[in-house]
């Protein structure tokens, strides 16, 4: 079976600046990948570069088969793949509801809008009591659920998610996670960057550790051993 995302020996950066090197990345169907690893080893890129938004200069990436390279962010948003990313990026001057809205612009999220706001609310109920509140006034927590509930509003395939422990008390942190397995459990293809390693591990079907721009590991989660991971994730480099 064709894996519903592929990389192969993709190198991207900024400017005369290259950050990966020869990055492989299998996502399958309904499986949640994560891909840990210490700053700067360049995950943010890779999402970044999945979506569009960083020039690939060399390498393969595939969703159902058919490139990502050269493809508009707009449009592979349209092909089913979306990003939540790092920082909760909401638009602080807009309400929760039309901030989760804005999620339902793209072609693949208008059908059945109202479905899904009802389940976006369901399982994120704060929002719906702050649904006319301003974005830009709710906690660290409120705007990371809200930024998970708008890339929920494009009806994704896809869903790649950029640290969203970052910064949240426990607590919320827990709440994140119980959602992240629920959407795992309804089927959603899940990829997932985060530094909490051993809470990311549980979720986690396949794992990759990426170190200087490469994916220097790639192993089922079950087959995982977290004292050599971290081994590998603070080993010194040169
Ligand atoms: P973190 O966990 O700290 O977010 P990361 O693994 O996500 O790290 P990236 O954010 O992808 O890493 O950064 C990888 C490298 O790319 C770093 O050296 C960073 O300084 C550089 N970089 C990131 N964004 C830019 C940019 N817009 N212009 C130039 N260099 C950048």
Redesign the pocket.
Known sequence: MTPLLEVSGLRA???Q?N??WDVDLTVEEGKTTVIV????????????TLMGL?YASAGSMTLHGQTLKGGKTWDIVERGMVMIP?GRMVFPDMSVLDNLMMGAYPRAGRADWETRLERVFAMFPRLKERRGQMAGLMSGGEAQMLAMGRGLMENPQVLLI??PSLGLAPVIVDEIFTILADLKAQGLTIVL?E?NTSRALHLADHVYL?RS?KTILSQPAAEVDLGHLHDLYFARDG
Request: hydrophobic share 35%; charged share 20%.
């Open positions: 950066g900024y400017g600046i950050v990966l690893g210490p700053n700067g080893a360049g995950k943010t890129t890779l999402l970044r960083v790092e950029d640290e960057v530094q990426m721009g």
